[in-house]
């Protein structure tokens, strides 16, 4: 009996990011730009999607996929803002998703007729950092009710991001936020980031992330 | 559970790269995790535990070996083998 040494040598994230790169070919061919919307629970994507719909879906199509842990809530809500696909993963306790998931959410969306995608991750911002699903964007949603340090707890979601949107603004006058150390926190953990200011219920700065969206659906 | 995912996804890993039949021979698997890997380490471990000391593992434990940025791999892994030619 022998004990032998087997050079492995694998990351373990290999197999996810080949499945990723299936996602962005796929993307690629039909000229789909994929957005991946990541917060923690409760930070208003849900909200942010279905105003965004309201303003852009006469423009162009948006599909979107949404992970939750339990439930379709977020997609059925989705679904009354739009006649596109709003296809639904629930994870059964997983805290993210996957280049696989993504992967088999694509087969039942018609993506000759897409535009924009929107990927709903789970509310997590730890584990959805660690996980390509050949994307284009993260985009990392917080909100003001979350308060200032954010950035700063969940720095490897906010380097990963190319965008955040502080949400809820409409609240900061009841709030004790100081808004100034939150962008100062941003921009300690990420200097590149560009961060939109908005409220995803009163309206307030959609204009400017629709603007966004609608570059990027075209570019 | 981020980290029986991790866990999960190590056992097919060894499953593919030495085979399912050697995977009850496998007595320890080293992984490099990095601080910045997005993963708790006592969490990554009791996953591990649990993972490989079932089916289709019998006997391994996971050795961790923790590094600098946002490393995530399985650095190898010791076998007892009865084929002294292998």
């Not at chain 2, 079932?54 to 490393?71: C, W, Y």
């Amino acid at each position: 009996m022998t004990i032998h040494t087997i050079e492995i040598r694998e990351r373990v994230m290999a197999k996810n990011d080949e499945l990723a790169g299936d996602v962005r070919q796929r993307l690629a061919q039909h000229r789909v730009t994929a957005l991946n919307l990541v917060s923690s629970p409760g930070s208003g994507k849900t909200t942010l999607l279905e105003n965004t719909l309201a303003r852009l879906g006469g423009q162009i199509q948006i599909a979107i996929v949404t992970g939750d842990v339990q439930t379709q809530n977020d997609a059925d809500r989705l679904a009354k803002h739009t006649d596109k696909l709003v296809q639904a993963i629930v994870t059964g306790g997983a805290c993210h998703l996957d280049a696989r998931q993504i992967l088999t959410a694509l087969d039942r969306i018609d993506l000759t007729n897409t535009d924009l995608l929107f990927i709903e991750n789970v509310g997590n911002l730890v584990c959805p950092a660690s996980w390509d699903l050949g994307e284009h964007a993260k985009i990392v949603v917080f909100s003001v009710t979350e308060g200032e340090d954010k950035p700063l707890k969940y720095p490897k979601m906010f380097r990963e991001a190319r965008i955040a949107i502080l949400n809820k603004i409409d609240l900061l006058p009841h709030l004790q936020f100081d808004l100034d150390v939150a962008l100062a926190n941003t921009r300690e953990v990420n200097p590149e980031l560009e961060v939109l200011l908005l409220s995803a219920a009163t309206g307030e700065g959609m204009n400017e992330w629709c603007q966004l969206l609608l570059r990027s659906a075209k570019s | 559970m981020h980290e029986m995912s991790i866990a999960l996804e190590v056992g097919r890993i060894l499953e593919d790269r030495i085979g399912l039949a050697r995977l009850a021979r496998v007595i320890t698997v080293h992984l490099e995790v990095g601080a910045e890997a997005g993963v708790e380490f006592d969490s990554l471990q009791s996953s591990l535990d649990v993972v490989l000391t079932n089916t289709p593992f019998v006997q391994a434990k996971a050795e961790i070996q923790r590094v600098t940025g946002d490393a995530l791999r399985v650095s190898h892994v010791e076998i007892i083998d009865d084929d002294p030619h292998y």
